[in-house]
Nanobody
Framework: VQLQASGGGLVQPGGSLRLSCAASGSIFGINVMGWYCQAPGKQRELVAIISRGGSTNYADSVKGRFTISRDNAKNTVYLQMNSLKPEDTAVYYC??????????????????WGQGTQVTVSS
């Protein structure tokens, strides 16, 4: 499975960005897709995940600001990021795996990773 992420960039505080991640290859069996971020000096952490059936889970820090969605026909997951804050600055990585949302939350992200896209929120 290959994951191609896009959509990062530089935005001012309060602005918006939309990330996309397209999956290709042996995608049969992939269930959960989502986004994780890693800021300098910090561990990679959950942003949001979504199952093929539409079940979602968000980090508390992004609830009400970010929305994850998915187009199963295009094997693509999106992250709409609104009201961005400087603390959202990080490299955002796309992930895909064959587990459930509960399993992914319980045991951590496994499976496949995209190359990462930089999001910088700064005035």
């Amino acid at each position: 499975v290959q994951l191609q992420a896009s959509g990062g960039g530089l935005v001012q505080p309060g602005g918006s960005l939309r990330l996309s991640c397209a999956a290709s290859g042996s995608i049969f069996g992939i269930n959960v897709m989502g986004w994780y971020c890693q800021a300098p000096g910090k561990q990679r952490e959950l942003v949001a995940i979504i199952s093929r059936g539409g079940s979602t889970n968000y980090a508390d820090s992004v609830k009400g600001r970010f929305t994850i969605s998915r187009d199963n026909a295009k094997n693509t997951v999106y992250l709409q990021m609104n009201s961005l804050k400087p603390e959202d600055t990080a490299v955002y990585y796309c992930n895909a795996n064959d587990k459930s949302v509960i399993e992914t939350m319980s045991f951590g992200p496994r499976g496949y990773w995209g190359q990462g896209t930089q999001v910088t929120v700064s005035s």
